[in-house]
């Protein structure tokens, strides 16, 4: 169950800071093939505060949460317990502000609610 939550938690680390400054560096979207109409109806223009939001929230906590991991510390199940939580919310914030739906974001939401079960049951809070 540690190896599975560790490459999860890399998983999401590496993919969504590798995202978030490819959205900073490049905030009109057309490296990841995003359109701008996307964000008809937000309140952003571009994807330069998205990026910063989706580094910030989400890739810093993942990249922390690999780090207390692999040192093996122990706040390293609550670290990831919050990670997937993040990930769950923004993944649900996204879908609700700009009101469409990819499977990219089931494949999130369930990474992030797997390893939220997953840290629980390594934390000993729940068991099957």
Not at 17 to 37: A, Q
């Amino acid at each position: 169950m540690r190896t599975i939550l560790f490459i999860l938690i890399s998983f999401v680390a590496l993919t969504v800071t590798f995202s978030g400054l490819l959205l900073i560096g490049n905030p009109d979207g057309d490296i990841l093939k995003l359109s701008l109409k996307l964000l008809e109806g937000t309140y952003f223009h571009d994807f330069l505060l998205p990026g910063i939001l989706l580094l910030f929230f989400i890739g810093s906590p993942h990249l922390l949460t690999v780090w207390l991991l692999i040192r093996r510390d122990e706040k390293r199940y609550n670290w990831s317990l919050a990670s997937g939580i993040l990930l769950c919310s923004w993944i649900i914030a996204q879908v609700l502000v700009l009101k469409a739906i990819h499977w990219v974001h089931f494949v999130y939401f369930f990474i992030g609610l797997f390893v939220v079960l997953l840290a629980l049951q390594l934390k000993g809070k729940w068991v099957v």
